[in-house]
């Protein structure tokens, strides 16, 4: 592949680290986003070759200005790695909308703001690569992490919208859907709503208890996902979702067959409306 320039949120930690570090191996320029400056000065010095730019996604505000300021600085951006995110665990009755505020605020409106700084500028270049992070869990779901997979839906939906009205203009929009993963995002980048309705005890805590137990040792290896999204992007004819894990593919057909199932059994009274 043509050495690219990547813009990738999220670059110190997890997946964006895994890709930006993957990237530069192979050659490409790499802009990565950081949200203080301790973790601008960790990237520098974790890839030296990186260049590492201050951006919180949800400062919607000053947005366009990094985005100008990158290009002016390191030259046009060829992909996009919307990758900025983290997850919410919580029993939707016990979770305040202030948490589902700010994990919209991040996953979507974050992610939504950063690719409309790119899309302008790759609509007239006629040519780029947007690579929104949403997950598995944008197309099935799981008791205790509604507002995730709220958020992750609402991503994944925007996202075949973008892809949609960026063809024409040679633009390319996938939505990359990770299983689980040996990242932080079921750690210290998760936001953990306390308990605080015992009914709910015999439901939660086991999912609960099993995800912390499983952290670390997930089956998904962030390296070799980010070796995945290089061949993504290499790609002339990008699918609009791409499923990364084992774990993700197995959960995604089971929910699609049963979507299919339930479709027919409801059949009649679907049609019932039409006239």
Same mark, same amino acid.
């Given at each position: 592949?043509?050495?690219?320039?990547?813009?990738?949120?999220?670059? +110190?930690?997890?997946?964006?680290? /895994? *890709? #930006?570090? $993957?990237? @530069?191996?192979?050659?490409?320029?790499?802009?990565?986003?950081?949200?203080?400056?301790?973790?601008?000065?960790?990237?520098?010095?974790?890839?030296?070759?990186?260049?590492?730019?201050?951006?919180?996604?949800?400062?919607?505000?000053?947005?366009?200005?990094?985005?100008?300021?990158?290009?002016?600085?390191?030259?046009?951006?060829?992909?996009?790695?919307?990758?900025?995110?983290?997850?919410?665990?919580?029993?939707?009755?016990?979770?305040?909308?202030?948490?589902?505020?700010?994990?919209?605020?991040? +996953?979507?409106?974050?992610?939504? /703001? *950063? #690719?409309? $700084?790119? @899309?302008?500028?790759?609509?007239?270049?006629?040519?780029?690569?947007?690579?929104?992070?949403?997950?598995?869990?944008?197309?099935?779901?799981?008791?205790?992490?509604?507002?995730?997979?709220?958020?992750?839906?609402?991503?994944?939906?925007?996202?075949?919208?973008?892809?949609?009205?960026?063809?024409?203009?040679?633009?390319?929009?996938?939505?990359?859907?990770?299983?689980?993963?040996?990242?932080?995002?079921?750690?210290?980048?998760?936001?953990?709503?306390?308990?605080?309705?015992?009914?709910?005890?015999?439901?939660?805590?086991?999912?609960?208890? #099993?995800?912390?137990?499983?952290?670390?040792?997930?089956?998904?290896?962030?390296?070799?996902?980010?070796?995945?999204?290089?061949?993504?992007?290499?790609?002339?004819?990008?699918?609009?979702?791409?499923?990364?894990?084992?774990?993700?593919?197995?959960?995604?057909?089971?929910?699609?067959?049963?979507?299919?199932?339930?479709?027919?059994?409801?059949?009649?009274?679907?049609?019932?409306?039409?006239?």
């Amino acid at each position: 592949m043509t050495a690219r320039t990547f813009f990738i949120t999220g670059a +110190n930690s997890g997946f964006g680290f /895994a *890709v #930006a570090r $993957a990237a @530069l191996e192979a050659g490409h320029e790499v802009i990565g986003t950081v949200r203080s400056e301790a973790a601008r000065s960790a990237l520098s010095e974790r890839l030296p070759r990186s260049h590492a730019v201050l951006c919180d996604v949800t400062d919607f505000d000053r947005i366009e200005a990094t985005v100008q300021q990158a290009e002016d600085d390191f030259g046009p951006v060829d992909v996009l790695i919307n990758n900025a995110g983290y997850g919410h665990e919580g029993v939707l009755e016990e979770s305040p909308l202030s948490e589902m505020q700010r994990q919209f605020d991040v +996953n979507v409106f974050g992610a939504v /703001a *950063v #690719a409309k $700084a790119f @899309l302008p500028r790759f609509r007239k270049r006629r040519s780029g690569f947007v690579v929104n992070v949403t997950s598995m869990g944008g197309l099935i779901t799981m008791p205790g992490i509604a507002y995730y997979c709220g958020s992750k839906f609402a991503l994944q939906g925007i996202s075949e919208v973008m892809r949609a009205e960026m063809a024409p203009f040679g633009v390319h929009v996938t939505a990359l859907c990770p299983g689980s993963f040996r990242t932080d995002w079921a750690g210290r980048s998760m936001v953990r709503t306390e308990r605080s309705i015992a009914e709910y005890d015999a439901l939660f805590d086991p999912i609960r208890a #099993a995800r912390q137990n499983k952290h670390g040792a997930q089956l998904g290896d962030p390296e070799k996902l980010a070796d995945a999204v290089l061949t993504l992007v290499a790609s002339e004819n990008p699918p609009p979702q791409l499923l990364l894990g084992s774990d993700a593919l197995g959960l995604v057909r089971k929910r699609l067959q049963a979507m299919l199932q339930e479709i027919d059994d409801w059949e009649p009274l679907t049609r019932s409306t039409d006239g």
